[in-house]
């Protein structure tokens, strides 16, 4: 078998480097970052011809750099490897994520206590982060410190991060390069817009997925009092609320709490719940109570489904104003759940075959882009959500995948910023652009 020739130019659009060593013997490379995975990720294909030096073979755990353009985007480790060959050459995939990997899949805290008093946002993340050799940025205001800070036994450390950054409407993202950023969604704008066809946009694909119709978060709080009985009975049937004598609304409220929100164009019933960090009844807005969840799943499973083929007219509902420090309660959670989820089932890829845009910058996840797409009648600002850039032989492109603009936003108003005006979606399609306040 004859090797691959390696990929080696006087000056190459993207570099390899392997334990600090510049690895030449590679013939692919995909590196991609992604908000809704936190850690960017890569593989590269490498072709050997024998002998091959001992160092030179890449081993587990190795640490990497890859650069495009001169640019660093991204440190991490090998965590995979797959290899074949003949007496003549070896072929090895390589692949793996940035450093933030590992806060995706290791358990936070596992020495204990479990729990931190009094601590801000950036305090939390910063404790569970560092240890991992990461560090933390803050972009934005994180708000009032948490009262307590429980971690529950066996929950990995990103999970641990989701859960508190979700009550202060803080996006966590990894920089790629080791760094933890607190920032909000689309804090920068692309500096070119995405035109298709006839544009800059060379490739488009559409991925679309089943979602879920009912988003519920649940979490439970500490009672001011407890009665003295338990508050479980052996009399009871599976998931009904055992209530114990004493218990005040209050009471109720604080240990049943959850946030809803409804996604119509689902075509069925599929419910879908997810767990908030415990928290303190004094702060959080209010919200239902457990004793409410029953009749609502009830009147959902009753309601007409629109579906995805004949979608229902969307109006838009800002998240009412908050005090400085107010956090975001279980009904903002549940809706950003909703958007996060409908935003990963219909994804929307864009290839651009180049590695920089016009004016000599990488594309960047987070970064408002305005999309002219006259085949799916897209035309206005989309968020960015990933970017992966793909190097193979001559061949260089990137592909961009775009979400709505609100979609990993807390407050559900990111459609109203000054730089590109009001955006509506208009029967669960298309966002338009229409003249922002300032041009009126």
């Not at 991925?207 to 003295?228: E, M, P, T």
């Not at 409220?253 to 119509?264: E, M, R, T």
């Not at 903002?332 to 929307?348: C, G």
Request: with cysteine.
């Amino acid at each position: 078998m004859t090797a691959k020739k390696s990929h080696v130019t006087p000056d190459p659009k993207a570099k390899l480097f392997i334990e600090g060593h510049l690895f030449e013997h590679w013939t692919s490379l995909e590196v991609g970052l992604d908000l809704s995975n936190l850690a960017g990720i890569f593989r590269a294909e490498l072709a050997m011809s024998f002998p091959i030096k001992a160092q030179e073979k890449p081993v587990l755990g190795a640490a990497i750099e890859i650069q495009i353009m001169n640019k660093p985007v991204l440190r991490g480790w090998i965590e995979a490897i797959n290899s074949s060959g003949d007496a003549n050459s070896l072929q090895l995939t390589i692949s793996g994520r940035d450093k933030a990997g590992d806060i995706v899949d290791c358990t936070a805290q596992p020495e204990g206590p479990g729990r931190l008093d009094r601590v801000k946002l950036e305090t939390v993340v910063g404790s569970l982060a560092n240890p991992y050799g990461l560090s933390v940025r803050q972009v934005v205001d994180t708000g009032a410190p948490f009262e307590v800070v429980a971690f529950e036994a066996g929950s990995s450390v990103l999970d641990a991060i989701e859960k508190q950054s979700r009550q202060r409407g803080v996006l966590v993202t990894s920089d790629g390069l080791g760094g933890i950023l607190l920032t909000k969604p689309g804090d920068t704008r692309a500096d070119e817009d995405l035109i298709f066809p006839g544009g800059n946009v060379q490739h488009f694909e559409e991925r679309l997925n089943q979602s879920f119709s009912d988003h519920i978060v649940k979490a439970q709080g500490k009672a001011a009092h407890r009665s003295g009985k338990s508050a479980f009975s052996t009399q009871k049937s599976a998931g009904t609320v055992a209530l114990t004598k004493g218990h005040a609304d209050h009471e109720q409220a604080a240990v049943c709490s959850f946030g809803y929100c409804y996604d119509s164009r689902v075509g069925r019933y599929r419910p879908k719940v997810y767990v908030a960090g415990s928290h303190n009844n004094k702060e959080q807005p209010p919200s239902q109570t457990g004793t409410d969840l029953a009749s609502i799943l009830e009147q959902s499973r009753s309601k007409p489904r629109a579906g995805w083929n004949n979608p229902p007219a969307l109006t838009k509902t800002d998240t009412p104003p908050r005090s400085q420090n107010q956090p975001y309660g279980l009904n903002d959670q549940a809706a950003w759940r909703m958007r996060t989820t409908r935003a990963k089932s219909s994804a929307r890829v864009y290839t651009v075959p180049r590695l920089l845009t016009e004016k000599k910058t990488l594309w960047r996840p987070n970064q408002l882009v305005r999309v002219k797409d006259s085949v799916n009648q897209i035309d206005g600002d989309m968020l960015i959500g990933a970017v992966t850039w793909s190097i193979s032989g001559q061949s260089c492109e990137t592909k961009i995948s775009v979400v709505p603009p609100d979609a990993y936003d807390l407050s559900g108003i990111a459609d109203h910023t000054p730089q590109h005006g009001q955006v509506t979606r208009r029967h669960g399609k298309a966002w338009h652009r229409h003249k922002s306040v300032a041009q009126k």
